[in-house]
């Protein structure tokens, strides 16, 4: 690899910074001052310092996307905005998406360049958490949540495995009609809320809605707040995102 492309890689700077590093000599490979941007490096061979501090290759690298609603989950897409596209990281074209999210499901997607976490993660064997919060139209009740632990029919060969369902409110609200706003008149209509958070430890297409579906409540908002034993980092707004710590980069490392 090109030293400078190493340097605005590992160390953050941009190619400019960099090109002014090695001019004023704050650069050494191997212990001796290096100067030319073009200097090819073996990453896990060699020693590179910079202003006196070690460079270090990460071979593995992982985010946390607070997915927005209205992105795909992409590397890329001819029509549509992908999760990729707000990603600004050095290594973001050696990212891809850790299973997937509907279109109008917001929350924690993680972006990583290790195919074989990644498909350990994903894998039906693995039975990896995710937990999602979601506002459901329609009362979900105690019935649902045994039904959610027993496993339910949502048209698949076998039953969804157990999942635990844990209802935060359950409220009525109103809802005026909104293409009708400008008469004053119109009646307000009535509609029951349940605010619910659900772990699943499965992946099936659409599997959250479909369960609800199944139980004939629609989710009118989903959003995943945990998976692998992660939380979302609750001061990302959609569509911010930083790397895992070193912390939930072993935890993910020791899942299965
Ligand atoms: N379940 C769904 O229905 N949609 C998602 O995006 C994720 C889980």
Redesign the pocket.
Known sequence: MRLDKFLATCAGSTRSEVKKQLKKGMVLVNGAVETHPERQIDPQQDCVVLAGKPVCWQPFVALMLNKPAGVV?ATEDRRQKTVMDGIDHPRRKELFPVG??????EGLLLLMNDGALAHRMLSPRHHVD?T?YAKVLGTVDAQDVEAFAKGIDIGEKAQTLPAKLEIQSVKEVEQPFSETDSDQESPAEHAVISEIYLT?CE?????????FEARGKK?VY?K?VKMAGIALDDTLAPGQWRELTNEEMERLQKLC
């Not at 997937?100 to 499901?105: A, K």
């Not at 992946?203 to 369960?211: A, E, I, L, S, W």
């Open positions: 989950t997937r999210l509907d279109i109008d499901t995710k999602y699943i992946g099936k297409f659409h599997q959250v809605k479909r369960m989710v989903l995943r």
